[in-house]
C-alpha cells in the first residue's frame, strides 16, 4: 500500500501527459538549415526550413556563416511556423532542440534560443539527438491515414553528409549501431565527386539529376573491402580523382563529354556499397524491415533499387523527400518520445559537435 501511494503520482502524471495534447516546437539548427516545427502528438502541424544559400560558392558549408545565418533566420522561421499551425507560443507545451551532432556555432544558435523559449514559456526543455531525429523521421504523422510505420526492432540505413550507419532501432529510446563508415560519410563521397566534377555545394543532388540519363555501366569504379558491416568512401572518391586526371590529359573536354555517364558510373558504386552492407544486415540480423533515412536518401537510384527489395519480402521505408535532409519536424517528433517519458533537460545542457546515435 505504502509503495503503491509513493508510485502514485508518478502514475498521475504519466496518465496527464498520455491523455493531453502535447504541443511540440522543435528547433533544429546542426548545420546550414535553419528550422522551426510544431506537432501536436505525433501529428506534424508546421514545418519551416530556411536553407542557407550562402554556401554554394564556397563548395562547402562555412561554419560561421552558418552561425549567423542562423540568428537571422531564426526569429522569421519561427513566426512562420507558429502562423502555418495556427496556434500561439503560449499553445507551445515543451520546446526539443538538436544538441548534437553538428557544427558547434549553430548548436549553440538552436540551443540558446530553445532555452530562452524554455524559461519565457516556463515549459520543458527537451535535447535531441540529430541522428535520433533522423531515425525517427518516419514516425512524422501527417494525415490520418498515416498508419504504417517500421516495426520494432527494424534497421536503419542513414546516409547523410556526416553519418553512413546501418542502426538497429529497438524502440525510439534505444538504437544500437551495426556498422558504419571508417572515412567519409556516403553524402560526402556524392559532395567530393561533385567538387571534383567543378560542381557548387551540395554536390548530391547535382549528381543525382545529371546520372538520370546516364550509363550506370559505362565507368567502372572499385568498390572497397571493409570488414563486417561498416563502410568505406575515401578510396571511390580518390579512384574517380586518379580516373578524371587520367583521361583529362588525353582529352580536356572528357568531362563536359562524359558527365551523364560519370555521374550514373559514380552513383552506381554508392548504391552497390550501401545495398551490399544493408542484404549483409538484414541476413546477420533477420530483422526484414528497413528504414533510410538522412540527406543522402533522397537520392532517386538509392530509393528507386533500394525499394525492389520489397519483392524479396522485405519491408522498406522511404522517407518523403522534404523529410530526408535536415528539418525541425524529426526533432518535435523526437522531443515527443522524449516528452512522453518525461524525459526533461535542464537549463545547463551544452551541445555537442561529436555524439553518438
Ligand atoms: O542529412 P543532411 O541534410 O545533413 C547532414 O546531417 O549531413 O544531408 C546532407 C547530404 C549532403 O551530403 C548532400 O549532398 C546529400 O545529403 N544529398 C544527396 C541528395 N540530396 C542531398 N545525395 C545524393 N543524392 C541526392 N539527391
Ligand atoms: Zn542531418
Known amino acids: 500500500m505504502r509503495l503503491f501511494l509513493l508510485i502514485l503520482p508518478e502514475i498521475f502524471a504519466k496518465l496527464i501527459i498520455l491523455s493531453h495534447k502535447a504541443i511540440i516546437l522543435g528547433i533544429e539548427s546542426s548545420c546550414d538549415d535553419t528550422s522551426v516545427a510544431i506537432t501536436e502528438n505525433q501529428r506534424l502541424l508546421s514545418n519551416v526550413i530556411a536553407s ?56 549553440m544558435v538552436g540551443s540558446s534560443f530553445a532555452k530562452g ?18 531515425v525517427l523521421s518516419h514516425f512524422i504523422i501527417e494525415n490520418d491515414s498515416d498508419k504504417n510505420f517500421p516495426d520494432f526492432p527494424h534497421l536503419c540505413l542513414l546516409i547523410s553528409g556526416g553519418h553512413t550507419q546501418i ?48 550509363n550506370a555501366r559505362r565507368f567502372y569504379f572499385p568498390k572497397p573491402a571493409v570488414a563486417d558491416l561498416n ?21 580536356n573536354q572528357f568531362v563536359i563529354q562524359n558527365l551523364n555517364d560519370l555521374c550514373a558510373s559514380y ?48 519491408r522498406v521505408f522511404i522517407p518523403p523527400i522534404k523529410y530526408t535532409t535536415d528539418n525541425a519536424a524529426m526533432i518535435a517528433i523526437a522531443g515527443y518520445y522524449k516528452y512522453l517519458k518525461k524525459t526533461f533537460s535542464s537549463l545547463d545542457v551544452v551541445p555537442f559537435a561529436k555524439l553518438n546515435i
Open 231 to 251: 563502410f568505406s568512401f575515401s578510396g571511390l572518391k580518390t579512384s574517380l580523382l586518379y580516373f578524371l586526371k587520367e583521361e583529362l590529359r588525353k582529352n
Open 267 to 314: 552513383q552506381q558504386a554508392i548504391v552497390e556499397i550501401l545495398m551490399e552492407k544493408t542484404l549483409k544486415a538484414i541476413e546477420q540480423t533477420n530483422i526484414r524491415c528497413i528504414s533510410l533515412s538522412g540527406g543522402v536518401s533522397a537520392n532517386s537510384e538509392i530509393r528507386k533499387q533500394f525499394a525492389t527489395l520489397e519483392q524479396k519480402g522485405i
Open 52 to 107: 542557407q544559400e550562402v554556401h554554394k560558392k564556397y563548395g562547402g558549408v562555412v561554419p560561421e556563416l552558418a552561425s549567423r545565418a542562423h540568428q537571422m533566420n531564426i526569429i522569421p522561421v519561427l513566426s512562420e511556423a507558429l502562423k502555418q499551425a495556427n496556434i500561439k507560443l503560449s499553445d507551445v507545451n515543451a520546446i526539443a532542440f538538436t544538441n548534437g551532432p553538428g557544427l558547434l556555432g549553430s548548436l
Open 117 to 134: 523559449l524554455s524559461i519565457a514559456l516556463a515549459v520543458p526543455l527537451i535535447e535531441v539527438n540529430h541522428l535520433h531525429g533522423h
Open 167 to 214: 542502426v538497429r532501432v529497438n524502440s525510439p529510446y534505444d538504437m544500437t549501431i551495426l556498422g558504419s563508415t571508417i572515412d567519409d560519410a556516403a553524402g560526402e563521397a556524392f559532395d567530393k565527386a561533385a567538387k571534383l566534377l567543378g560542381f557548387g555545394y551540395p554536390g548530391g543532388p547535382i549528381i543525382d539529376h545529371y546520372a538520370k540519363p546516364g
